[in-house]
């Protein structure tokens, strides 16, 4: 679920980055005080957990200093990289998602 939510969210990053979707959104729909309270009652890896609580602050980081916006951006990547990088890579059997109905 960690390296789930990690590779989730550098994708909501880059779609940030691009400016694909905006700040407000992305605070809406993920980067919200919901994942990291479950992250923290998962006792998720530290830097993960570091990575979203900076994620929570890019609406704001847009709205007061807007030209920071991309360096907060990359932060928060260059944090759930690290984190993606440490957690142990998950177990490739079981069910996968895309599987064709019998």
Not at 21 to 47: K, M, T, V, Y
Not at 83 to 101: F, H, I, N, Q, Y
């Amino acid at each position: 679920m960690q390296r789930l939510a990690a590779v989730t969210a550098l994708g909501m990053c880059r779609a940030l980055a691009t400016g694909a979707i905006g700040p407000a959104a992305a605070c809406h729909r993920l980067f919200g005080p919901a994942l990291l309270a479950r992250l923290d009652q998962l006792d998720a890896h530290p830097a993960l957990r570091h990575a979203i609580h900076m994620a929570t602050e890019l609406e704001d980081v847009a709205d007061l200093i807007p030209d920071k916006l991309a360096s907060a951006i990359a932060d928060v990547e260059a944090e759930l990289l690290k984190a993606l990088t440490d957690l142990a890579p998950s177990d490739l059997a079981g069910e996968k998602w895309l599987v064709r109905a019998p």
